[in-house]
């Protein structure tokens, strides 16, 4: 007997609860999130796959058209012969902050390898847009004077 009244005390409690007008609020409107940045960040992920294997650019050029428009918005142009390389080296050095900020276990030895890396990448992206084609530029100004006298 006991048992029945509280059986239909329940029901009529959830009834009495679904028939209650819901009252609908954005979580923003009610909530504040400490740390939250004033100005907003921007992300852009893009998957296509290691160079050289799978579908080319030449196959979908909407890849690469998507991410000049992207940094077209924000006023940043790249010279057609680094975008390569800038963005191969851009995808790696993304891949590698995690391990560089990380604080968990195994981070003793991630961070410093992964730093080491990000330097290497950093260095050899230098020397491939900046170095070696001012040398190649001397070499060759040396060779035009040879010709023209």
Same mark, same amino acid.
């Given at each position: 007997m006991t048992r029945r009244i509280a059986t239909r005390g329940t029901v009529g409690l959830v009834a009495l609860a679904l028939a209650w007008p819901a009252a609908a609020e954005r979580v923003k409107d009610i909530a504040s999130v400490s740390g939250v940045r004033g100005n907003q960040l921007v992300g852009y992920g893009l998957v296509v796959g290691l160079d050289g294997t799978g579908d080319q650019t030449s196959q979908a050029p909407f890849t690469v058209q998507s991410i000049k428009n992207m940094l077209a918005r924000f006023g940043v142009t790249i010279p057609p012969q680094a975008e390569r390389i800038l963005m191969t080296a851009l995808v790696a050095s993304m891949g590698l902050l995690p391990k560089i900020f990380s604080n968990g276990t195994g981070a003793e030895v991630q961070r410093p390898l992964a730093t #080491? #890396? %990000?330097?290497?990448? #950093?260095? /050899?992206t230098l020397l491939t847009l900046i170095v070696l084609p001012? #040398?190649? /530029? %001397?070499?060759?100004k040396d060779k035009d004077k040879v010709e023209t006298v």
């Amino acid at each position: 007997m006991t048992r029945r009244i509280a059986t239909r005390g329940t029901v009529g409690l959830v009834a009495l609860a679904l028939a209650w007008p819901a009252a609908a609020e954005r979580v923003k409107d009610i909530a504040s999130v400490s740390g939250v940045r004033g100005n907003q960040l921007v992300g852009y992920g893009l998957v296509v796959g290691l160079d050289g294997t799978g579908d080319q650019t030449s196959q979908a050029p909407f890849t690469v058209q998507s991410i000049k428009n992207m940094l077209a918005r924000f006023g940043v142009t790249i010279p057609p012969q680094a975008e390569r390389i800038l963005m191969t080296a851009l995808v790696a050095s993304m891949g590698l902050l995690p391990k560089i900020f990380s604080n968990g276990t195994g981070a003793e030895v991630q961070r410093p390898l992964a730093t #080491v #890396v %990000l330097g290497g990448l #950093v260095s /050899a992206t230098l020397l491939t847009l900046i170095v070696l084609p001012t #040398v190649y /530029a %001397l070499i060759n100004k040396d060779k035009d004077k040879v010709e023209t006298v």
